[in-house]
Structures are given as structure tokens and as C-alpha cells.
Antibody, heavy 119, light 111 residues
Framework: EVQLVQSGAEVKKPGESLKISCKGSGYSFTSYWIGWVRQMPGKGLEWMGIIYPGDSDTRYSPSFQGQVTISADKSISTAYLQWSSLKASDTAMYYC????????????WGQGTLVTVSS | QSVLTQPPSVSGAPGQRVTISCTGSSSNIGAGYDVHWYQQLPGTAPKLLIYGNDNRPSGVPDRFSGSKSGTSASLAITGLQAEDEADYYCQTYDTTLSGRVFGAGTTQTLL
């Protein structure tokens, strides 16, 4: 069974750093792109970027380039999303999702990680 | 402001048919990129509903169907049920943004 299990909810202060994780199982982790999606409170889905764990090829959506870092450790089948200096506006639910097919449909999703940034 | 335009909300009575449109441009849907649709029930992660314009993943009822024409795509739901009350998002690739994009989402409610 394909599963993506994300790390737990985080409460941070502005300016702090953070790294959240997404562990894949039940499939070949190195053979599928993993995407990260942001959902701010009461808002829609925003595609942040994707990574191919097989070779760590990473693509960022323009709005998120330079704002976050996406990485992966294929030895433990885990993808990461990190911030070096959080802002209150980073408060959101973050989902990871597995991309399938040539057009990257997100066929399996993690349960989401809620990040709250507040002083 | 998404490059894919969806109506903010649609509604229908139980058993009726509703459609949700997703209007793009020549840099995304019109460029031939596949459109996918997701359903997000309240408080849960999104779920893939339609992929590659008109394909249903295993387990998705055939009450859900997708289509694409020109610079637009549509999701149709027939035989509306209470459990269909959710947010629906279209998604494709945009060449101008060089990335994947979602529509702003449509909330489907039962009358």
C-alpha cells in the first residue's frame, strides 16, 4: 500500500528555521516525483515545487523560489521542505504528494503538516 | 489570482447534475497540457478525482467525469449525493510560470 506520512504539527516564532518531512512507503521512492503543496487558512491549493528523489532534480514554482528549500534523502525514502527564517505568512497546512504519469497527477497525498508561525 | 479560473461555488439538489468549469489559456490548457481534478472534503487532504482530462482512478465512482476542449476543462458530477459536498480543484502545467498550477477551487454545496 502506497503511503506518504508527514511529520507532526509545528508552532514556531517568526525568524526561526524549520524542516518538515514526508516519508514514502509501499512503492519505489526514487522513481516518482514528490511535490509540496501549500494551503493557507481558508484558501486554495498552491503548488510549491517538486523533487525527483532518484537524482534530487528540484523545480520550484516562481512564487516559492528562494523562499523554501525542497530536498530528499533517498536512503530513508523521505522528502523535506524547509525554511531558514519563518514569517507569520508561512502559517498554513503543507501537503506532500506523489506525482504519477508524464503530466504529474498527484495520486497519493500525505495527511498534511500544520505550521503555525506566531510571536 | 490563479491562471486557471473556476467558479467560486456551484450548487445542486440531490440527484441532479452539476458542472464545474476550469478556464485557462494558450499557455496551459490550450497548449495541450493534461488537466487533473481533485476533491477536498472538509478537514482532509485532497484526493485525485480525474487525471489526464477524462480518466478516473480506481475507486472513483463513474458519477464523476472530466472533459477538455480548447482552453477549458470541465468536471461533471451526476446523481449528486450528500458526500459530494466538497471543494474541487483543477490542475495543469503552465509554460509562462514554468510550473504546475491549481485553479482557485470551487465549493460544491447541496441545495
Amino acid at each position: 500500500e502506497v503511503q506518504l506520512v508527514q511529520s507532526g504539527a509545528e508552532v514556531k516564532k517568526p525568524g526561526e528555521s524549520l524542516k518538515i518531512s514526508c516519508k514514502g512507503s509501499g512503492y519505489s521512492f526514487t522513481s516518482y516525483w514528490i511535490g509540496w503543496v501549500r494551503q493557507m487558512p481558508g484558501k486554495g491549493l498552491e503548488w510549491m515545487g517538486i523533487i525527483y528523489p532518484g537524482d534530487s532534480d528540484t523545480r520550484y514554482s516562481p512564487s516559492f523560489q528562494g523562499q523554501v528549500t525542497i530536498s530528499a534523502d533517498k536512503s530513508i525514502s523521505t522528502a523535506y521542505l524547509q525554511w531558514s527564517s519563518l514569517k507569520a505568512s508561512d502559517t498554513a497546512m503543507y501537503y506532500c504528494a506523489r506525482c504519477s504519469g508524464g503530466s504529474c497527477q498527484a495520486d497519493y497525498w500525505g495527511q498534511g503538516t500544520l505550521v503555525t508561525v506566531s510571536s | 489570482q490563479s491562471v486557471l479560473t473556476q467558479p467560486p461555488s456551484v450548487s445542486g439538489a440531490p440527484g441532479q447534475r452539476v458542472t464545474i468549469s476550469c478556464t485557462g489559456s494558450s499557455s496551459n490548457i490550450g497548449a495541450g497540457y493534461d488537466v487533473h481534478w481533485y476533491q477536498q472534503l472538509p478537514g482532509t487532504a485532497p484526493k485525485l478525482l480525474i487525471y489526464g482530462n477524462d480518466n478516473r482512478p480506481s475507486g472513483v465512482p463513474d458519477r464523476f467525469s472530466g472533459s477538455k476542449s480548447g482552453t477549458s476543462a470541465s468536471l461533471a458530477i451526476t446523481g449528486l449525493q450528500a458526500e459530494d459536498e466538497a471543494d474541487y480543484y483543477c490542475q495543469t502545467y503552465d509554460t509562462t510560470l514554468s510550473g504546475r498550477v491549481f485553479g482557485a477551487g470551487t465549493t460544491q454545496t447541496l441545495l
